[in-house]
């Protein structure tokens, strides 16, 4: 199969340009806020915790996580990745629109702005990182669609019939690994935190839905980097490793870690079903930090 040579642009205005890249992180922020407000207010998820924000304070958290996840997507890449662009060209890490974003140093960035907002608002940090995950897959999904249209990050050499031809990869088909990831990292891990959400109600334990993602989302970063092709310019590493496993495995481990904590931390007394409608800061249960 040859890659369809999409256009990266989706509309071009003069010197003006829309591309499916950056389109793909503004859908995820739109899309990912409404979801969360969503969550927060719907009372059948806060059994015996109330909701831990208000729809007003998602509002506000979604500047703090857009910086987070642009500062840190773009210093992630050029310090896990490109670290030479910080002497041979620094103006460049700051075209972002060039492409170059890192999901680990995001998800750092998004950590780093979630720590501080939680500070400043006064709200557990751990429940707050629940609500977020259960949205980013959501961008998992659009993003790597978008690294299909524009022809990157394609996977190693295959001999299966779905193998690819991508431009400037050479004559191999090759596994269409950023599909691989919209479906796994996208819709299979939405789904499954969908369940954790609102099947099992895991909103009501802090920090297991965050737990279930890192480690999800590891799994399938691990197993996927066998497949998605190392960026050109990366030493080999021993083992057949790759900076996208050694990344992921911390996540596996911390995440593992907090499903085993959340699970086992007792839940507080069942909340009148009057309660759960109310904000966050009407109701402070007992087991909670001040």
């Known amino acids: 199969m040859h890659f369809p040579n999409l256009n990266p642009v989706l509309v071009q205005i003069g010197p003006f340009a829309i591309r499916w890249y950056a389109l793909a992180y503004v859908a995820t922020i739109l899309l990912g806020w409404r979801y969360v407000v969503g969550m927060v207010r719907n009372p059948k998820l806060w059994a015996y ?44 890490i700051l075209k972002t629109w060039h492409g170059g974003m890192s999901f680990h140093g995001g998800a750092l960035g998004v950590v ?10 006064k709200i557990d940090a751990l429940r707050l990182g629940d609500l977020i995950v259960a949205a980013e897959p959501i961008g998992g999904f659009l993003v790597r669609i978008a690294n299909f249209i524009t022809g990157e990050l394609w996977g190693r050499p295959t001999t299966l019939p779905w193998g690819m031809v991508f431009p400037d990869a050479g004559p191999l088909p090759r596994h269409p690994s950023q599909l691989y990831e919209a479906s796994l990292e996208g819709v299979a891990l939405f789904l499954l935190l969908r369940w ?7 909103l009501n334990r802090r920090g297991v839905v ?31 490793l790759t900076m996208g496993m050694m990344l992921s495995t911390p996540m596996v481990l911390i995440g593992a870690w907090l499903i085993w904590r959340g699970l086992k931390e007792p839940l507080p007394p069942a909340l009148a079903v009057e309660e759960a409608h109310l904000a966050p800061d009407a109701i402070k249960a007992a087991d909670e930090p001040a």
Request: glycine share 12%; no cysteine.
């Open 112 to 121: 780093a702005a979630g720590l501080l907002f939680a500070r400043a608002k």
């Open 196 to 202: 954790a959400t609102h099947r099992r109600h895991w």
């Open 210 to 240: 965050l737990g279930l993602f890192l480690v999800g989302y590891g799994a399938i970063r691990i197993g996927l980097e066998n497949v998605r092709a190392p960026d050109s310019w990366m030493p080999v590493f021993p083992f057949g």
């Open 49 to 92: 915790r109330p909701p831990t924000a208000t729809g007003e304070q998602i509002d506000d958290l979604i500047l703090w996580l857009t910086l987070g996840v642009i500062v840190g997507g773009r210093l992630g890449d050029v310090l896990f990745y490109r670290t030479d662009l910080i002497w041979t060209d620094p103006v460049e």
